[in-house]
């Protein structure tokens, strides 16, 4: 009930703004209804310290002094949030300034009427944003990887690269082959010169905001110059390996000929002698002759 509810009097959202006056200010709202079937979630991208309203807005067609509000952070119960009846409309909000990562996570209002109606939003730093599909080049080649933070400057970048279930970093002082720019803006970029096929696999860009950490995992093919041309070859070997029967069979043929030249002769020779006994048979049938009456 509201009388039972965990909450204090205090202007906390004023005091808040007081002491944190140079902190940006923000409010977020999610709205639930007695007819709402599944959780609703909001995510909220926090760069740097700010003060934040969250609002949760529920709507009922029964007795608003009966719902029973609760506030969350994970399962961390929460208290200091502030509720308002407004009609057939109940609001509840939670003021917190957030200045570090620990205050980071999901932040959850759960109203209950019978059933649990639950509102949650996501507080967390900036997604970057790399190639979505692996980036396929060849050996001896160069290529640069890219990494952004959109309407967002990260405090520091890092390029790391996967060695098996390691991430190592990429020290541009140390190896010549790479080349980092970009470090202190939205967008940072590795460049990789003279590669090898043992380049290409994972590679990561790591980003470090004032309240947490972001990275993003980038694919690099790096291919020999003769595949592209393997179904080529193939095509090839087929067709040389074909001629080869070809002119195999054909020696073959050759051979045998030389080998019985007087076969050929023989054969002949039976076939027209069979041809002249068949002409002297039909030479010897004697004529009849039609008798008229």
Known sequence: ????SPFTSLP????MMGKYSNLSLESHNISLTEHSSMPVEKNITLESSSVITLTCQYTTSGDLNSVNVTWKKDDELLKNFSLTITGNTLYTEYTITIINSKQMGSYSCLLEEGKEQRGTFNI?????????????????DSTVLVCKCQHCFPL???WYRSNGSVQVPIDVHMNDKYLVSGTQSNETKLKIKHLLEEDGGSYWCHAVFQLGESEEQLELVVLSFLVPLKPFLAIIAEAFVLVVIILLCEVYTQKKKKKHPDEGKEFEQIEQLKSDDSNGVENNVPRQRKNVS
Do not use: A, F
């Open 1 to 4: 009930s509201l009388t039972d």
């Open 12 to 15: 906390v959202r004023e005091e």
């Open 124 to 140: 967390k730093v900036p997604e970057l944003h790399g190639k979505n599909k692996p980036l396929i080049t060849y050996v001896d």
């Open 156 to 158: 520091h970048w890092t």
